[in-house]
């Protein structure tokens, strides 16, 4: 097969996000929110790119999830909206993503919220090879604190910086003293990111 150029490339990339938007319009019952999130988790993923080594494709994975990452609202009220948001990522016609794509947009969508991936209780997350692995759970953590960051829905959050040392990760906010809620959210689901990480994350 003849490799794609950039003109095409791009234009089949946004196909997938007019797909992906069609998705989240008639399912997402907070489009400013999943926004939000999703301009959020791309700043972390662009600042952070020396930690985790990923570009390119991996970067348009953790958008389409984090864009998709509460449409699982729209089939519970109560709990378990991620894991709806990931078997509904599953059922989507997306064209343009690869199967092995879909399932990894899915389970980055599935650990936004709740349980860390873990291969001895997942049998789905176990099932990946081990670069996939690493792959959703770095993206995971990524959108875990993203969404944290977004806890009260009213887009307050904007990340000035990110400054990384051997022992902690330290993500500034460009207004901290409107954002208290915020932080507290965002240092709760701060877990995969410190094990990812391998350092201490911190918010001010």
């Known amino acids: 097969m003849t490799p794609a150029t950039e003109p095409e490339a791009r234009e089949r990339r946004s196909a997938l996000l007019q797909g992906v938007k069609r998705l989240a319009d008639a399912f997402d019952p907070e489009p400013g929110?999943?926004?939000?999130v999703t301009a959020l988790a791309l700043t972390?993923?662009?600042?952070?790119?020396?930690?985790?080594?990923?570009?390119?494709?991996?970067?348009?994975?953790?958008?389409?999830?984090?864009?998709?990452?509460?449409?699982?609202?729209s089939?519970?009220?109560?709990?378990?909206h991620h894991k709806h948001s990931r078997d509904m990522i599953l059922e989507a016609e997306l064209p343009g993503l690869t199967s092995r794509e879909r399932n990894l947009c899915a389970l980055i969508a599935r650990y936004h919220n709740k349980a860390m991936p873990d291969k001895k209780r997942h049998r789905a997350f176990a099932e990946l090879p081990k670069q996939d692995r690493g792959l959703v759970a770095w993206l995971a953590a990524i959108l875990r604190v993203a969404d944290g960051l977004d806890c009260l829905h009213n887009g307050a959050a904007r990340i000035a910086e990110c400054t990384v040392d051997k022992k902690r990760l330290t993500v500034s906010l460009a207004e901290p003293g409107r954002c208290a809620a915020e932080m507290q959210r965002a240092r709760q689901k701060s877990d995969l990111l410190e094990r990812m990480a391998k350092r201490k994350v911190i918010f001010r």
Do not use: C, M, Y
């Open 33 to 36: 929110h999943s926004a939000q």
């Open 44 to 73: 972390l993923f662009d600042r952070l790119a020396g930690l985790h080594g990923f570009q390119g494709r991996p970067r348009l994975l953790l958008e389409i999830a984090a864009v998709l990452h509460d449409i699982g609202w």
């Open 75 to 80: 089939r519970t009220k109560n709990n378990g």
